[in-house]
C-alpha cells in the first residue's frame, strides 16, 4: 500500500489559564491512498484535534508544535502541510483535503441558499468557470447525495431541509471539488439513529464514486466496522494502537483497545455508547507520567507509571504502544 499521508510526531497544544493543555502529543501514523482510516476513541482524546492539525486548523490558544503531515500528491510531489503559509494551505484546505463536521446545522449558513452554499465552495477554489455553472454543479451535486428533488431543493435554505437532508448537503460540499482525502469527524454522531446508516451508506457509496481516501473521526466501534478499512485507536492525545480492522477487532492487543472492544458483543450493532472503563479520562494539563492508561490498567507495572510506551509493530502493519508487548 502506497501513503498518501504520513504523520509524524504530531504534537498540539493548547496555551490556556488553567494550564497547557497537551491534547496530543507525538502521534504518527500513515494514511494509504484510497482507505477509509478510522481514529477512534472516547470524547476528548484528541481526535479531532488531530484530524484538524493535518490542515493547520488549529486556533489559538491552540497551537501546533510539533511534528510533520507529508502529503503526496497525485503528481509525484511531496508536500509539509504544516510547512506551507496560510494563502497555500487555505487553497488544499476544502480543495485538495476537504472536512465533513459533526454538526450540520453550525456547517450550513442559515442565510443563503444550499445551492448557493454548494456553487461558493467550487467558485473559491476555481473549479468551476463561474456562479452559473457552480449552480447548474450544486444541482448534480444534490443528487449525487440523493437528494430528491434537486432542481427544487437546491433553492431552499438551511432551515427548509430535515438534519439529515442538511448533513447531505455538507457532504456534498465535501465531495464537490472532488477531493484527494475526505476527513469526517463524527459525521452522523449529531443525526438520529434512523438516519445515521443512510449516511454512512452514501459516504460508501461517494468513497467509491470519487475515488477519495477518507479519515473517519468516530467514538463508535461499530461505525468502524462497518466503514474501516484500518483503525488507530487513541486514549488521551497519544495512538494506542494501530491495525487493519481485522487485527484491531479479532487480535486487540492494548488493555485500552480490549475494553473498547467488551463494549461491542456484536461490532457490526450500531451501539452509542462504549462501556465506561473503569475510571475517568486524564486531565491533560497534567497527564499521567508514563502510560497515560496507567491510571485505569489493570496491568499497569513499576515501568508503566515512569516509562512512556513507544508504538511497536508486533506484526506485521499492527502497532501498540504498551510495555506488556
Ligand atoms: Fe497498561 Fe502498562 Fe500497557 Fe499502559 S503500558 S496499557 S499501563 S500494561
Ligand atoms: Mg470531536
Redesign the pocket.
Known amino acids: 500500500p502506497e501513503p498518501i499521508l504520513e504523520v509524524r510526531g504530531l504534537t498540539v497544544h493548547f496555551y490556556t489559564y488553567a494550564g497547557i493543555v497537551k491534547a496530543i502529543e507525538d502521534v504518527s501514523f500513515d494514511v494509504y491512498r484510497g482507505e477509509t482510516f478510522a481514529l477512534v476513541g472516547e470524547t476528548g482524546c484528541g481526535k479531532s484535534v488531530t484530524s484538524r492539525a493535518l490542515t493547520q486548523l488549529i486556533e489559538s490558544p491552540g497551537r501546533i508544535v510539533k511534528g510533520k503531515v507529508l502529503y503526496h500528491r497525485d503528481d509525484g510531489s511531496t508536500i509539509d502541510l504544516l510547512k506551507l503559509s496560510e494563502e497555500e494551505i487555505r487553497k488544499i484546505r476544502g480543495r485538495e483535503i476537504a472536512y465533513i463536521f459533526q454538526d450540520p446545522h453550525a456547517s450550513l449558513d442559515p442565510l443563503y441558499t444550499v445551492g448557493y452554499q454548494i456553487a461558493e465552495a467550487m467558485v473559491v477554489h476555481g473549479t468551476v468557470e463561474g456562479w452559473k455553472e457552480g449552480f447548474r454543479k450544486a444541482v448534480d451535486i444534490l443528487r449525487r447525495v440523493l437528494i430528491p428533488d434537486p432542481e427544487n431543493r437546491v433553492k431552499n435554505y438551511p432551515h427548509e431541509l430535515s438534519g439529515g437532508m442538511k448533513q447531505r448537503v455538507v457532504i456534498g460540499i465535501g465531495v464537490s471539488n472532488d477531493p484527494k482525502i475526505l476527513i469526517a469527524d463524527e459525521p452522523t454522531t449529531a443525526l438520529d439513529v434512523t438516519v445515521q446508516a443512510q449516511i454512512l451508506d452514501l459516504m460508501n457509496k461517494l468513497k467509491k464514486e470519487y475515488n477519495t481516501t477518507v479519515i473517519l473521526i468516530t467514538h463508535n466501534m461499530g461505525v468502524v466496522a462497518e466503514m474501516a478499512d484500518r483503525v488507530a485507536v487513541m486514549y488521551a492525545g497519544k495512538i494506542v494502537e494501530i491495525g487493519s480492522v481485522d487485527q484491531i477487532f479479532k487480535n486487540p492487543l ?3 483497545t480490549k475494553g473498547l472492544l467488551r463494549a461491542v458483543p456484536n461490532p457490526l450493532a450500531k451501539i452509542e455508547r462504549l462501556e465506561a472503563i473503569p475510571g475517568t479520562v486524564p486531565n491533560l494539563i497534567t497527564p499521567p507520567k508514563g ?1 497515560r ?2 491510571p485505569r ?1 489493570p ?3 513499576e515501568r ?1 507509571r515512569s516509562e512512556v ?1 513507544k508504538l511497536k509493530e508486533l506484526e506485521p502493519g499492527h502497532f501498540v504502544a ?3 508487548y
Open positions: 492494548h488493555p485500552y502510560c492508561f496507567h490498567c496491568y499497569a507495572t508503566c510506551p504498551c510495555h506488556l
